[in-house]
């Protein structure tokens, strides 16, 4: 890790660089990450890129930490109620969307005008 300090009395800063060698791999933070370490999206498969979207919600939920019988237990519940969800969107948005489309509004103005026609 490189360390950057400047004391009060000193008059230069000084920069170290932090070399970890293990018996497999050799890494320095000021060389360049190299490519296999390099993450690409656009180079994935679409099972890596699912792995991938999984792992993470596995590490945001905290789910990693489960046991596996839990974890599909609670990835059930939260299929469940995704699935409501959706399906609570599926039906009464389309309604509500509607109402903001522009031809909508021309109908309802014209059925507000005939009503008003008929109830004086």
Known sequence: MGTNSNHRGSKSATTTTTTTT???WTYSDSEPVPKQWQFNLKEM??????NF?????LVI?????????ERRLFDSFVLGFGGMAA???????PAYG?????G??????????RFSA???
Do not use: H, I
Not at 87 to 93: N, R
């Open 53 to 57: 979207w999984y792992l993470r919600y």
């Open 22 to 24: 293990d018996s497999k």
């Open 98 to 102: 509607m109402s903001f489309c522009s």
């Open 87 to 93: 399906y609570a969107a599926y039906l009464y948005l």
């Open 61 to 69: 939920s905290g789910t990693f930490m489960l046991e596996p019988w």
């Open 104 to 113: 909508l509004w021309v109908a309802l103005l014209e059925t507000a005008r």
């Open 118 to 120: 008929l109830s004086t």
């Open 45 to 50: 498969t679409w099972r890596d890129k699912v």
